[in-house]
């Protein structure tokens, strides 16, 4: 059978069974489990992305990790043998220092700030730079404030952090901000954290409200303190690869797609934060609020951290963010 042949009647076989002729099928991979607003994102972006394209587009979803850990599915999409993923911001940054921007301990005030950063000059300029990387990124979205659990005690002051023996992220500026807290960290990678924490690897963790209840930390961890002290988003990436494959028609409705899927996303994360908290207390957690003087005495104490990274990420990239924010 010739070539164009084989393609109509696959075609025909594709009609007959109630797809459009073109459809396609793509990937997507994260590590939270599917009931997390990660989760939820990715079901609501897959439907809107379905819905524009008339179901063109199919895109089959990979949570809890099944499609491997978050630098191992980043590579993937660097290598074109996967479509997307959603990760954390902090992935990146070994290759694009810049985005340490969102890692700078205590930077961001609140979701207002974020969201003027995330959505405006630097955020845009930090996607221009996933080009290089053969990446395409298309939306921020929500991973909320991180907060600090423990299973040895309470953490009211900056005194109590000292000594920790805390997990971290693989990266140089949360090893230099824990370090500066007097602390103890350990840089693992997620997938590792809760045997650590269980068999007692390490005392404590440091992550949002959101994965500290879907991973079950309250089963080994006793006290969590809203600290607040960084603000690292999530990223909604596709391969350039499989993006610039598409014609500008669909493109154009992914991009779509992805900026409702993050204002769904986001919204749901962020109101959802006290109704975990709330669970959290539930499962037996003692949750503590520091002072306002122990909160600015850790802001200081970390303030060092911000002027030797501000060199790494760049002054004007900051400068940018402090205005965009409104704390020049």
């Not at 994102?41 to 439907?47: A, L, M, S």
């Not at 911001?89 to 290759?95: A, H």
């Amino acid at each position: 059978m010739k070539l164009t042949q084989l393609l109509t009647a696959t075609a025909l076989m594709l009609v007959a069974a109630g797809l459009p002729a073109t459809a396609q099928t793509a990937r997507i991979g994260y590590v939270p489990t599917e009931d997390h607003p990660v989760g939820q994102g990715v079901n609501k972006f897959v439907e809107l992305v379905s819905e524009k394209s008339e179901g063109r587009i199919e895109i089959q979803k990979f949570g809890n990790g099944t499609l491997g850990n978050e630098p191992q599915m980043q590579s993937s999409l660097q290598g074109g043998i996967m479509e997307m993923m959603v990760g954390p911001t902090s992935n990146l940054v070994g290759s694009i220092p810049e985005y340490l921007i969102f890692d700078l301990p205590f930077f961001y005030p609140d979701f207002e700030a974020v969201d003027k950063v995330m959505d405006g000059r630097v955020g845009n300029a930090l996607f221009a730079k996933l080009d290089a990387l053969n990446m395409v990124g298309l939306a921020y979205w929500d991973n909320g404030f991180r907060h600090m659990t423990t299973a040895v005690r309470p953490i009211n002051s900056v005194n109590d952090v000292a000594g920790l023996n805390i997990r971290v992220i693989p990266n140089p500026l949360f090893i230099s901000t824990f370090t500066a807290l007097g602390a103890n960290p350990v840089p693992l990678p997620y997938p590792e954290l809760f045997t650590a924490l269980e068999t007692r690897a390490v005392d404590a963790q440091e992550t949002p409200v959101g994965l500290i209840y879907s991973s079950r930390f309250y089963e080994v961890q006793d006290h969590l303190a809203l600290t607040g002290h960084v603000y690292t988003p999530y990223l909604l990436l596709a391969s350039k690869t499989w993006f610039d494959s598409l014609p500008a028609e669909d493109q154009a409705l992914v991009m779509e797609a992805a900026r409702e899927s993050a204002d769904f996303q986001r919204n749901l994360s962020r109101t959802d934060a006290d109704r975990l908290i709330g669970l959290l207390e539930q499962e037996g957690m003692e949750v503590t609020r520091l002072s306002d003087e122990e909160m600015a005495r850790m802001r200081e104490t970390v303030a060092p951290v911000v002027a030797e990274f501000t060199e790494t990420i760049g002054a004007d990239l900051i400068q940018q963010a402090r205005e965009d924010m409104g704390a020049n």
